[in-house]
């Protein structure tokens, strides 16, 4: 069975009276088993489009296919993400329209796993009536039995309990049948680190690594089904392989020596990984840029804040100079890589001459891109306690301000493109060409014609276009020569010279 990320439901206007007729009737016995539908909605980080992805799998097995569109759907379930308050809103609204959806089926299920599933439990089936299923991120290969018991025994059911560490298991992936060229792969789950803003640690619970064994099979199993690109996946992967090196635990390798394992896997061309923590970033790792080959050059490593004082509010365990440090012997090992991170302004006591440390660290680094975020107080973290001092409309206009700086310092980077030959990994249609009839981007695709997307190495979005009609298909996976024609704001155009391999 293909598996597909559904796309993000948008439900305008009065649902249509016609929904029981054309969607429910359709559940119908295949070879003895009832075939159903489940939509899920995506929120939040990469972890979470890997999680949503092995429901769908555990799903599949249970007879479920997967829909686009919760109108359709016998299950509905949002993935979500407790990092920052705005997006608990947004679940809570979608909700309140998949309540509706009720009206017209009965038996749909409606679930939440996620981070917010985890934080809040069963609170929210006390808060949402019309929730039936509340299932937490260590959970997730419980889910059809899970929906089972709410089909056949009416009770309505919050799963949020911890695996013990020594008795997690990782779902190994079913082997991807759409020609995928890339593919995440999680080589750890939970955080050690207890970063004063954040809810991770509070749901996802401790640090535990996937068996490098089972991470360099997924990987093979992945190759073999075509993918040429990999990324390693978790909250801090730079701490991967810690835990398993606790007294009893047998011996296993670190985050480098991972690498370096994965790009002798045949068929890898590209491995990427995200997201790092720069105590835990070993020399090993930064030389690994230089000496694997394989391994892109694109580093995202966040340090949250350019002020000493800020940071230690944060309990980031590491300062500016330490991390200046780290980014310095990068660029004398491999100048080629790019660099980003992750920036929270706001956050409680940060004063003006704080944030003006951020914009002077970001001057000072130049990082190709970045993500900047408003401080949102998370129930129950160390921060919660500090008061949140700084006006929202102050924040706003500190985050603008970020984002200027930045955007003039991406253009830059991003010119520096201009008229190169690159090498490009080729993913399939581009974003112009998978859009509808109805979409505003339907008319700029027709002037543009046929357009193929893929990735320079530092992770831009390159569209090429072609006049063969199966290039979006034939194309994928491999890797070809792109000069450069046009720079856009976050992408590029090109013209195909000639294959690389
Ligand atoms: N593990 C990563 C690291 O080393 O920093 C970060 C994981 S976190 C889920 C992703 C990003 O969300 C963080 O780097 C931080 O910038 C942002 N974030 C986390 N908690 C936040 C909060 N309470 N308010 C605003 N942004 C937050
Ligand atoms: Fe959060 Fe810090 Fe871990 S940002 S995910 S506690 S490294």
Not at 300 to 312: F, W
Request: glycine share 8%; proline share 5%.
């Amino acid at each position: 069975m293909s598996l597909m990320v559904p796309t993000q439901l948008k439900i305008n206007g009065p649902l249509s009276a016609a929904l029981p007729d054309q969607a429910h009737a359709d559940a119908e016995d295949l070879g003895g088993q009832r075939l159903r539908h489940v939509y899920i909605e995506t929120m939040g980080c990469q972890m979470n489009v890997y999680d949503t992805e092995r429901m769908l799998e555990a799903l599949g097995k249970a007879g479920y296919v997967p829909t686009d569109s919760a109108e359709l759907a016998d299950l509905a379930i949002v993935n979500t993400c407790s990092v920052r308050d705005k997006v608990e809103h947004k679940v809570a609204s979608l909700l309140g329209v998949w309540k509706r959806l009720k009206e017209f089926n009965p038996d749909l299920v409606l679930g939440m796993a996620g981070c917010v599933a985890q934080q809040e439990g069963d609170k929210l089936l006390a808060k949402m009536p019309h929730l039936d299923l509340v299932v937490g991120p260590d959970q997730l290969s419980e889910l059809p039995q899970l929906v089972e018991a709410r089909r056949q025994d009416q009770q309505r059911l919050a799963a949020t309990q911890f695996v013990r560490r020594q008795d997690y298991e990782f779902p190994m992936p079913e082997a991807p049948e759409d020609g995928r060229a890339t593919a995440m792969v999680t080589v750890m789950k939970g955080c050690n680190k207890i970063c004063s803003f954040c809810i991770v640690p509070f749901t996802r619970g401790r640090e535990v690594s996937k068996p490098s064994a089972q991470v360099l099979d997924e990987v093979r199993m992945l190759a073999n089904h075509g993918v040429r690109e990999v990324t390693l996946l978790g909250q801090n992967v730079n701490s991967y392989g810690k835990d398993r090196n606790l007294p009893g635990a047998p011996g296993e390798l670190d985050f480098a020596e991972l690498i370096h394992q994965v790009a002798e896997i045949e068929g890898v061309a590209r491995i990427r990984f995200t997201t790092s923590h720069p105590m835990d970033c070993t020399d090993a790792l930064i030389d690994a840029f230089a000496s694997c080959g394989k391994l892109m050059p694109f580093f995202h490593l966040p340090i949250q804040s350019g002020s000493p004082k800020v940071l230690e509010g944060m309990r980031r365990a590491h300062g500016v100079d330490d991390y200046l440090a780290k980014i310095e012997r990068l660029r004398r090992q491999a100048p080629q890589v790019a660099l980003s991170t992750d920036l929270i302004v706001g956050f409680p006591g940060e004063t003006e001459a704080d944030f003006e440390m951020t914009l002077d660290l970001i001057q000072k680094v130049r990082y190709a891109t970045l993500y900047s975020f408003i401080y949102s107080t998370r129930p129950g973290t160390r921060a919660a306690d500090l008061p949140d001092n700084v006006p929202m409309a102050e924040k706003k206009r500190r985050i603008n301000e970020l984002q200027r700086v930045q955007d003039a310092i991406t253009a830059e980077w991003m010119q520096s493109f201009a008229q190169r030959e690159l090498l490009v990994l080729f993913e399939g249609p581009s974003r112009l060409q998978q859009a509808g009839p109805q979409s505003k981007l339907a008319e700029v695709r027709d002037l543009r014609g046929l357009q193929v997307m893929g990735r320079t190495p530092e992770n831009i979005k390159v569209n090429v276009a072609s006049d063969d009609l199966s290039a979006a298909l034939t194309w994928k996976g491999r890797l070809g020569r792109v000069r450069i024609t046009t720079v856009g704001q976050h992408s590029l155009q090109g013209e195909l010279l000639g294959w690389a391999e």
